[in-house]
């Protein structure tokens, strides 16, 4: 079953744009983590956020968490063409489970 | 060194046979996970190894599936007696430790493309 929702389910917006994606979880978590997804090629890990935190940057991503909300942002500034892609949040759940969890994703289309 | 790879990457089968999907981890990964992933959705969960020990297999969906990673290092995934219901992308990762931290960051493979006809 999937643990997280993403919201929207795709989002569409011109280069140079921000693009803000969400997720929402279902149970008490370790850490939460976003993927991305081209077409065609496997999934990449862009960033993770424990859940003692609040706010992480990489590079034009900016991810937050709100334990209390169970809910998570991934924020895309100045995006790209080349940000086009499937994005997805992975929940580690509290406890001894080792794997993740995905949601059903976001798909992100950045227009030149 | 190279990443996680996968083969086939792309396997078509009738109903009724059996198809094994290998996985090559990142060199000197500990525990290594099976996925299955829907179009249009997240993946979901089969099972996962650290070295040759299966931790948990609870994501099988059912006895026609198998893995094993006899040496710690590849593995193979096995599904008996394939069904429509089966067709599906297979992503396989590793991560670098066992035990310790919960949910560590995954990297993730090309996939298998299975059709069953």
């Known amino acids: 079953s999937q643990q997280g929702e993403e919201d929207p389910q795709a989002l569409s917006i011109q280069e140079g744009e921000n693009a803000t994606m969400n997720c929402s979880y279902k149970t008490s978590i370790n850490n939460l983590q976003w993927y991305r997804q081209n077409s065609g090629r496997g999934l990449v890990h862009l960033i993770l956020i424990r859940s003692n935190e609040r706010e992480k940057h990489s590079g034009r991503l900016r991810v937050t968490l709100d334990t209390s909300k169970k809910s998570s942002s991934l924020l895309i500034t100045a995006s790209r063409a080349a940000d086009t892609a499937s994005y997805f949040c992975a929940t580690a759940v509290s406890g001894s489970a080792r794997q993740l969890t995905f949601g059903s994703g976001t798909q992100l289309t950045v227009l030149p | 060194g190279a990443g996680v790879s996968q083969s086939p990457r792309y396997k078509v089968t009738k109903r009724g046979q059996d198809v094994a999907l290998r996985c090559d981890p990142i060199s000197g990964h500990v525990s290594l996970y099976w996925y299955r992933q829907a179009l249009g959705q997240g993946p979901e969960f089969l099972t996962y190894f650290n070295y040759e020990a299966q931790q948990d297999k609870s994501g099988l969906p059912n006895d026609r599936f198998s893995a094993e990673r006899p040496e710690g290092s590849i593995s193979t995934l096995t599904i008996q007696r394939t069904e429509q219901r089966d067709s599906a992308m297979y992503r396989c990762?590793?991560?670098?430790?066992?035990?310790?931290?919960?949910?560590?960051?995954?990297?993730f493979g090309p996939g298998t493309r299975l059709l069953v006809l």
């Open positions: 990762a590793s991560s670098p430790l066992a035990g310790g931290l919960v949910g560590e960051t995954q990297y």
